[in-house]
């Protein structure tokens, strides 16, 4: 059984997703003195009644397809006042079935679904996290992370999620290929921003802590030198000195 505290802090946000929850963060910020939590939460119910009973999403629903509420791409999920948009995601359509029926693997038409549904939200104005695709589907996003991963390797292509269009996680391999687009093919860092669906400001930010990294590693290979210079974790720094080698054995580094 996994420890209750760790799922707590991992899944336990995911409720804000829920119009109930949002209504309920609405009052709450809009009239924090008007309303006691008891009388908020019967408002939002009866909102949410009157949506169900005047707007029934089946009327706008293709089968195999879902509503969920995603982070916009104007906030990170870590900001204070986070912005959700709804959006339509496809979780299975007739070419799923078609794919099925002519023996393609499962696992190929999940890694294609899971590329579909992340496109679909980027292109409504959310961003998918892979634990937002992992509910959706009843699996660990550790292993959304490496269908995800592989889609892209095979694919050549970086998918807009979370983790990606706005710098929030590790992303090694989304690192690598904006690192090497820039330092080694000597591409635009804003052409790599928009080939590789990132934020300016997160390639920005990659170029600027591998630079730091690169500088001091040609003053001292101590780890923990690095680290205080650059005010990085050694997780990152690991990263960054691993991306700097794969750059020097190319002997194209700037």
């Known amino acids: 059984?996994?420890?209750?505290?760790?799922?707590?802090?991992?899944?336990?946000?995911?409720?804000?997703?829920?119009?109930?929850?949002?209504?309920?963060?609405?009052?709450?910020?809009?009239?924090?003195?008007?309303?006691?939590?008891?009388?908020?939460?019967?408002?939002?119910?009866?909102?949410?009644?009157?949506?169900?009973?005047?707007?029934?999403?089946?009327?706008?629903?293709q089968p195999g397809q879902c509503v969920w509420n995603v982070v916009s791409k104007k906030t990170r999920p870590d900001s204070p006042n986070c912005i959700f948009v709804p959006v339509i995601l496809t979780l299975i359509d007739k070419s799923d079935i078609e794919q099925l029926a002519n023996g393609i693997p499962m696992t190929t038409i999940a890694k294609n679904s899971i590329a579909r549904i992340t496109k679909e939200a980027y292109e409504q104005g959310g961003?998918?996290?892979?634990?937002?695709?992992?509910?959706?589907?009843?699996?660990?996003?550790?292993?959304?992370?490496?269908?995800?991963?592989?889609?892209e390797e095979k694919n050549n292509s970086t998918l807009p999620h979370v983790g990606s269009y706005q710098d929030f996680g590790s992303c090694m391999s989304h690192k690598t290929i904006i690192i090497k687009k820039v330092v080694i093919e000597k591409k635009d860092s804003v052409k790599v921003a928009n080939e590789t669906k990132h934020s300016q400001k997160a390639v920005d930010r990659y170029l600027k802590d591998f630079y730091k990294v690169k500088t001091c590693y040609q003053v001292s290979s101590d780890i923990d030198f690095i680290c205080k210079a650059t005010g990085q974790s050694r997780y990152l720094v690991k990263?960054?000195?691993?991306?700097?080698?794969?750059?020097?054995?190319?002997?194209?580094?700037?």
């Open 1 to 61: 059984m996994i420890e209750r505290q760790q799922c707590a802090k991992h899944y336990s946000s995911a409720e804000k997703r829920f119009l109930h929850s949002m209504i309920i963060s609405f009052f709450s910020r809009e009239f924090p003195k008007t309303f006691g939590p008891i009388i908020i939460n019967r408002i939002a119910q009866e909102i949410i009644d009157l949506v169900e009973k005047h707007l029934p999403l089946r009327n706008h629903l």
């Open 127 to 151: 961003l998918l996290s892979m634990r937002d695709i992992g509910l959706l589907v009843w699996r660990h996003n550790a292993s959304i992370s490496q269908m995800r991963k592989k889609w």
């Open 239 to 254: 990263q960054y000195l691993d991306i700097l080698k794969e750059c020097e054995d190319d002997k194209k580094i700037a």
